[in-house]
């Protein structure tokens, strides 16, 4: 990473009419990062794409992308980005190959280079045996991974993708993973992506996380783990009340008592289970101990669960065909 800021925002704000879609939002990626933008339907992320991609004026802050402001210098900034959105863009009639000399066509790549380039980004995302089939004929993440390899085709300095795994199967989506960490280390790329949901965002290098139009935390995954520094321990035992009398006077520690069982956090579940065992009357018949994730760091940092929040589709399509 060579440490050079590619995306800078300094109280970037969007309303629309009274509704503030994005507040003060002062962000900073890094040239070469993986960054992800979390948060549920609603929060923001679209509104704020929209505006490093120029396709939304800002209300109020500023906003620098690859070096040039997207109020001051929009068609500097569009030379140097790249879009992949979750709505389709490419042509079912058409073979990859052909979509691909489209849209050289479209941001004036000269043919000789469009030609060499085009074969290496078909190669970078595997789809060199199929592109001469037509696009019709591929599979959803085939679709996706050309999506990319067009976004990449005038060697943009940034690529945003919106939702780029949606609606694909797991498979498929620690496929487009492959291939976009793949891109990050074969070509000088930012990689800034939206995404809600949580597993997806631990391949990011960094995150922000985005709730209701402000930046709720950020930071790699490790480190937004960290600020939550316990385990999830939850017992299944004969007699559930008991346990968690026993671990409360035992250990000093909170336990709650539901269907799943008496749930508790501890700093070290694995060293905790044992002791915890080796105090408890009752019959123990399961112990599950699970780090944090990053829905704890959400359910930390803004007082719900992510699922509890999101409420709709995306709108990035929408944003775009504004
Ligand atoms: N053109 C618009 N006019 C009015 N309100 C809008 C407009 N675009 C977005 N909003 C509102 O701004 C807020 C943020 O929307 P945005 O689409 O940026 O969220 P998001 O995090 O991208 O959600 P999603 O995952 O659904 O795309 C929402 O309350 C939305 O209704």
């Not at 939850?234 to 346990?243: F, P």
Request: aromatic share 4%; charged share 25%.
């Amino acid at each position: 990473m060579s440490g050079t800021t590619v995306v800078e925002t300094r109280g970037l704000s969007k309303l629309f009419g009274q509704r503030a879609a994005v507040t003060g939002l002062d962000l900073d990626v890094a040239a070469g990062e993986i960054f992800g933008f979390l948060g549920p339907n609603g929060a923001g992320k679209s509104t704020t794409i929209g505006m490093l991609a120029t396709l939304v004026r800002p209300t109020l802050g500023e906003a620098r992308v690859a070096g040039y402001d997207v109020t001051r210098d929009p068609h500097a900034v569009r030379r140097r980005i790249g879009l992949v959105f979750q709505e389709p863009s490419l042509d079912g009639e058409l073979t990859a190959q052909e979509n691909m000399r489209f849209q050289a066509e479209l941001f004036g790549v000269p043919r000789r280079e469009a030609r060499s380039a085009i074969a290496a980004l078909l190669g970078l995302v595997d789809l060199t045996d199929r592109k001469d089939s037509p696009v019709h004929t591929y599979s959803g993440g085939m679709k996706r991974r050309l999506e990319i390899a067009k976004g990449l085709l005038h060697t943009p300095r940034v690529l945003f993708l919106d939702e780029p795994t949606t609606g694909l199967d797991p498979q498929t989506r620690a496929a487009i993973w492959e291939h976009l960490h793949r891109l990050r280390e074969e070509q000088e790329i930012t990689i800034f992506l939206t995404t809600h949901h949580l597993e997806e965002a631990e391949n990011c290098d960094r995150i922000a996380i985005m709730d209701e139009g402000e930046l709720a935390t950020e930071g790699t995954p490790a480190e937004l783990k960290a600020v939550i520094g316990s385990d999830l321990v939850v017992l299944r035992t004969g007699d559930d009340a008991e346990a968690a009398r026993t671990v409360r006077e035992r250990f000093g520690t909170e336990a709650e008592t539901g269907t799943d069982g008496v749930r508790l956090r501890v700093a070290d579940g694995a060293a905790f289970v044992p002791r915890l065992c080796a105090e408890i009357s009752v019959p123990v018949h399961a112990v599950t101990v699970t780090p944090p994730t990053l829905d704890d760091v959400f359910l930390h940092s803004t007082g719900r669960t992510i699922r509890d929040a999101d409420d709709g589709p995306g709108a990035l399509a929408a944003l775009e065909r504004r």
